[in-house]
């Protein structure tokens, strides 16, 4: 059965970065793009972008470009995303997903913590 | 970017009760667009795409409907296991966009 099996929680200062996980079984790999969706209480779920795990290539989120940092490795099928210069906004839980248009299968998501 | 505005924010029905949650895109949107359940603690789950097409395992009792910029989401027989947060998604334009979510209860 198709899993995204994301990393675990982060709790990261502010100025650091993070690189979070997203491993795909039970389907190839290569076949589908990968998203990253934050969720926070306020701003609700906003679309960072998605990578082609085929070629490497990215579309971002205007919003998102310089704060996320998307990259795949296909030999372990996982899709990694990098955030940095971290603030408290940045405070959210991130999604991984399987895309093709919708979104059909979830990662369990990774609360990213950022305090001093 | 396309601006969806889904409503109500937040819902109460009694169970075996038909609910109805709405979506309006700002712009025509050509029935690219999802609905998904998120349980809490739970990730979203897709239910709904193309408008109107059920996702894999979704019980018949969800049905998708809309085209243009009106979408909507129906549930037939309300059960205890739908309580959750119901969210709609567009993916004609980028970047993709979602509602603002409904939260629905058992009254």
């Known amino acids: 059965q198709v899993q995204l099996q994301q990393s675990g929680a982060e709790l990261a200062k502010p100025g650091s970065s993070v690189k979070i996980s997203c491993k795909a079984s039970?389907?190839?790999?290569?076949?589908?793009?990968i998203s990253w969706i934050k969720q926070t209480t306020g701003q609700g779920l906003e679309y960072i972008g998605y990578?082609?795990?085929?070629?490497?290539?990215?579309n971002y989120n205007e919003k998102f470009k310089g704060k996320a940092t998307l990259t795949v490795d296909k030999s372990s099928s996982t899709a990694f995303m990098q955030l940095s210069s971290l603030t408290p906004d940045d405070s959210a839980v991130y999604y991984c997903?399987?895309?093709?248009?919708?979104?059909?299968?979830w990662g369990q998501g990774v609360m990213v913590t950022v305090s001093s | 970017d396309i601006q969806m505005t889904q409503s109500p924010a937040s819902l109460s029905a009694s169970l075996g009760e038909t609910v109805t949650i709405e979506c309006r895109a700002s712009?025509?949107?050509?029935?690219?667009l999802a609905w998904y359940q998120q349980k809490p603690g739970n990730s979203p789950q897709l239910l709904i795409y193309d408008a109107n097409s059920l996702a894999d395992g979704v019980p018949s009792r969800f049905s998708g409907s809309g085209s243009g910029t009106q979408y909507s989401l129906k549930i037939n027989s309300l059960q205890s296991e739908d309580v959750a947060s119901y969210f709609c998604q567009q993916y004609n334009n980028y970047p993709f966009t979602f509602g603002s979510g409904t939260k629905l209860e058992i009254k």
């Open positions: 039970g389907y190839t790999f290569t076949s589908y793009y």
């Open positions: 712009e025509d949107i050509y029935s690219n």
């Open positions: 997903a399987r895309f093709w248009g919708a979104l059909d299968y």
């Open positions: 990578i082609n795990t085929g070629s490497g290539g990215t």
